[in-house]
Structures are given as structure tokens and as C-alpha cells.
T-cell receptor
């Protein structure tokens, strides 16, 4: 069945290391979202793409975070260098937007990142 | 700036009891409204959504929500809670941010515990 796949599911890394999280959206979806979830802040939208082009990445710290879609089947979120405050669960979601109305988003199971 | 408030951080109900989870938003126009459920270790699952039309919407798992424009609310309800409903519930508000972009804002979530 179609679903959003995120890898890895868990990652523990030392501060200063580069972290790359990958997302495979549902085939045929034209919109991809990246969210971060923490206990203190809840769910925050970091960035989203439409037809592989970034539409809004204002929620993302630009100095260390970057999001790309090398092709329609892969979205990546990179943190370099990582810091302990980046510890969170990162969700990818995809959806199909037909030009009006909201987009129903289907979420992956998330990548739990711990930076020590 | 728009905001979404879920006033209740944690709710505990007995199995079989009715449930209402509150969601209030601040935005000038009518937004698109969503409720998601997140079970431990899982991603988000869409319960229901409101775009326009009938203000009482039915969702999956026996949930419904009512949009009340005068109160800027979109409360989630279920007449009889099951133990498997224990999870985190997130309200999401989507508004147009420009000609080709949308702004998504999530509440901080309400954790539901169910007593057998």
C-alpha cells in the first residue's frame, strides 16, 4: 500500500556531525512537507515543496539546515553541523494539491534524532 | 499572525464516555481545518477535514467535528471512547499565504488517556 517512507527511524549522533534524513513521498504526490516535533514546541513546519520547488522554508534555520528534492521520489533534510537542540522527531509528509483548497497530507513515521 | 490553541494538554476519560477535544484558531477568514491522530511511535493519521459546506464533518474511527465560525472553533467529538483511542490529537489550520502558497499551523496537541 502507498505510504511515505522515512529513513532512518532513529539516529543518535554527536554534536557537530552532519545528519541527513531521507523521505520517499507517495508516488504521484506533488507536495512534500518537513516538520519537526518537540515536547516544548509541538509540531513546527520547517519547509515544503511543490513539484520539487521549495515554496516556503521560513520555518527552517538557514545557517545549518537545508532541504532538497533531488528528484520526485526523494526529499532530504540535512543538518550540518548538528547541535543538541536539534534533537526532535522529524516528520515528512506528502500530498496531492490540485490547485485549490487544502492539501491532505500523509505522514511518514518520523525520524527520531538525538544529538549528544 | 494566525495561531491555533488546543487548551487541553492532557485529558483522561473512561472507556465508553463521550469526548470533546477543543481547537480554537485566530484568523480573519475561514481556514481549512484538519484533525490528526498520532499514536505512540507512529506518524500522523488524518481523522477528518473541513474545507467548506456542511459545518459538521464525519471522520474515521467514529469521530466528528463541528466548525463554528462565530467561535473560531473546530472541536473534535466522539460519543463513546474506546481504549484504542488513547493517543495524541493535533488540530491543524491551513490558510492561504499568497497566490501559490499556504501556511500550516498546528496546535500543540492534546494527549488522550483512556481508563478501562
Amino acid at each position: 500500500d502507498a505510504r511515505v517512507t522515512q529513513t532512518p527511524r532513529h539516529k543518535v549522533t554527536e554534536m557537530g556531525q552532519e545528519v541527513t534524513m531521507r523521505c520517499q513521498p507517495i508516488l504521484g504526490h506533488n507536495t512534500v512537507f518537513w516538520y519537526r516535533q518537540t515536547m516544548m514546541q509541538g509540531l513546527e513546519l520547517l519547509a515544503y515543496f511543490r513539484n520539487r520547488a521549495p515554496l516556503d522554508d521560513s520555518g527552517m534555520p538557514k545557517d545549518r539546515f537545508s532541504a532538497e528534492m533531488p528528484d520526485a521520489t526523494l526529499a532530504t533534510l540535512k543538518i550540518q553541523p548538528s547541535e543538541p537542540r536539534d534533537s526532535a522527531v522529524y516528520f515528512c509528509a506528502s500530498g496531492l494539491n490540485r490547485g485549490r483548497g487544502g492539501t491532505e497530507a500523509f505522514f511518514g513515521q518520523g525520524t527520531r534524532l538525538t544529538v549528544v | 499572525a494566525q495561531s491555533v490553541t488546543q487548551p487541553d494538554i492532557h485529558i483522561t476519560v473512561s472507556e465508553g464516555a463521550s469526548l470533546e477535544l477543543r481547537c480554537n484558531y485566530s484568523y480573519g477568514a475561514t481556514p481549512y481545518l484538519f484533525w490528526y491522530v498520532q499514536s505512540p511511535g507512529q506518524g500522523l493519521q488524518l481523522l477528518l477535514k473541513y474545507f467548506s459546506g456542511d459545518t459538521l464533518v464525519q471522520g474515521i474511527k467514529g469521530f466528528e467535528a463541528e466548525f463554528k465560525r462565530s467561535q473560531s472553533s473546530f472541536n473534535l467529538r466522539k460519543p463513546s471512547v474506546h481504549w484504542s483511542d488513547a493517543a495524541e490529537y493535533l488540530c491543524d489550520v491551513v490558510t492561504a499565504a499568497g497566490a501559490r502558497s499556504y501556511q500550516l499551523t498546528f496546535g500543540k496537541g492534546t494527549k488522550l488517556s483512556v481508563i478501562p
